[in-house]
């Protein structure tokens, strides 16, 4: 299939890269428009209030790719709308560093917004997230690190579930469905991992800011998430939780409906 993959951690995420390597291992055809930065928790947000820059270049995934200074909704549109000239078979969003589960954090979610914006284009659209420790997040995130041989293993095997089950959903997924799939892929994941059909789970996310520190500023902080999900359906952080990967279809056709 012909695919477009973006991602909201930038261009640089070695997370984004694994899974472009296990894209055109199963012989799909690529291309690559992904933020210069990180845009995490930019949801589908797009940039309003100045021009958005975008430039070809060569990254040595042996696909074309562009880089572009804005938010994943952004690159999704700009490629679909200017840069790639033949037509698509669906977008692929990811692979991003720690899990988009719960309502709380799909609607904030970059990666989430990626895919969304190709469902918006009438495409199939699938979002792939890896869990991460605290710990490992923080490595990642705020230290600039790189992931530890176990932690590689896992996104190797997470990055080959994904074209297995890109080659799966996208057949079966309609035109103009409007429709998300979210996968959320356990640590660590395994080959034979199963994949479980989830839904969101319901969360409280309070105390996301800091107290107001001298200059009256509030920075991002991790809060105590809440869960207060039913026992019924299987939810995303559950799943998780049990060490299976989630499969949730956002169909947002359905909002509005009892």
């Not at 690559?32 to 060569?58: F, H, L, M, N, Y």
């Not at 709308?81 to 692929?92: A, C, F, Q, R, S």
């Not at 560093?97 to 990626?114: H, K, M, W």
Request: glycine content about 10%.
């Amino acid at each position: 299939m012909r695919l477009l993959v973006t991602n909201d951690d930038g261009i640089n995420s070695l997370f984004l890269h694994e899974l472009i390597a296990a894209l055109r291992a199963s012989g799909h055809q690529l291309y690559i428009a992904a933020p210069a930065s990180e845009q995490s928790w930019t949801g589908a947000s797009k940039t309003r209030t100045r021009p958005v820059k975008s430039a070809a270049v060569d990254r040595g995934f042996g696909s074309p790719t562009w880089i572009l200074d804005g938010t994943p909704s952004d690159c999704v549109n700009i490629a679909l709308g200017h840069l790639i000239k033949e037509p698509l078979d669906g977008v692929v969003s990811g692979i991003n560093i720690g899990f988009n589960c719960s309502l709380g954090f799909i609607l904030a979610s970059g990666t989430i917004a990626g895919a969304w914006e190709g469902a918006m284009h009438g495409l199939p659209a699938l979002a792939v997230s890896q869990d991460v420790s605290g710990e490992t997040y923080a490595h990642l995130k705020e230290l600039g690190g790189q992931p530890d041989g176990a932690l590689l293993a896992t996104l190797k095997v997470t990055a080959a579930h994904t074209a297995c089950l890109v080659g799966e959903i996208f057949p079966s997924t309609p035109r103009d469905s409007f429709t998300v799939h979210s996968l959320n892929f356990p640590l660590p994941c395994r080959p034979d991992t199963p994949v479980k059909r989830t839904v969101p789970a319901q969360v409280h996310v309070p105390g996301l800011f800091s107290p107001a520190a001298d200059d009256g500023s509030h920075r991002l902080v991790w809060g105590r998430i809440q869960d207060v999900s039913p026992s019924l359906p299987l939810t995303d952080v559950s799943c998780l939780a049990q060490g299976h990967i989630s499969h949730t279809v956002l169909d947002y056709r359905r909002l509005g409906h009892g």
